[in-house]
Nanobody, 129 residues
Framework: QVHLVESGGGLVQAGGSLRLSCAASGRTFSSYGMGWFRQAPGKEREPVAAINWIGSSIYYADSVKGRFTISRDNAKNTVYLQMNSLKPEDTAVYYC??????????????????????WGQGTQVTVSS
């Protein structure tokens, strides 16, 4: 069992930055791939970024490449999402999730929310224009 708690969301102006954190309980955090997903009102949940369990592979959605950075600190049981150059279209509820699969190379087709077993409650990110 993994319990996830996100923090760091808020209101920011376009062009600004936020860093989201996701703290995980349990001693098996290092065995999980971790992902960040987001859901805007009226839209489906979409993947934003993912990192595999050993940190050797990272995936970014095209819409955030070059602006967002995912990282993990297994000693702190925490995964981060650094978001720079934020745009109004980044406004959404952001969720972190844990994936039990041992994927060596993350690709768009492998970052499937249906495969993630554990989810946080979400944190709101609002970017004003």
């Amino acid at each position: 069992q993994v319990h996830l708690v996100e923090s760091g969301g808020g209101l920011v102006q376009a062009g600004g930055s936020l860093r989201l954190s996701c703290a995980a309980s349990g001693r098996t955090f290092s065995s999980y791939g971790m992902g960040w997903f987001r859901q805007a009102p009226g839209k489906e949940r979409e993947p934003v970024a993912a990192i595999n369990w050993i940190g050797s592979s990272i995936y970014y959605a095209d819409s955030v490449k070059g602006r967002f950075t995912i990282s993990r600190d297994n000693a702190k049981n925490t995964v981060y999402l650094q978001m720079n150059s934020l745009k109004p279209e980044d406004t959404a509820v952001y969720y972190c999730a844990a994936d039990p699969r041992r994927i060596l190379v993350l690709t768009a087709t492998k970052v499937d929310p249906d495969e993630y077993d554990y989810w946080g409650q979400g944190t709101q990110v609002t970017v004003s224009s």
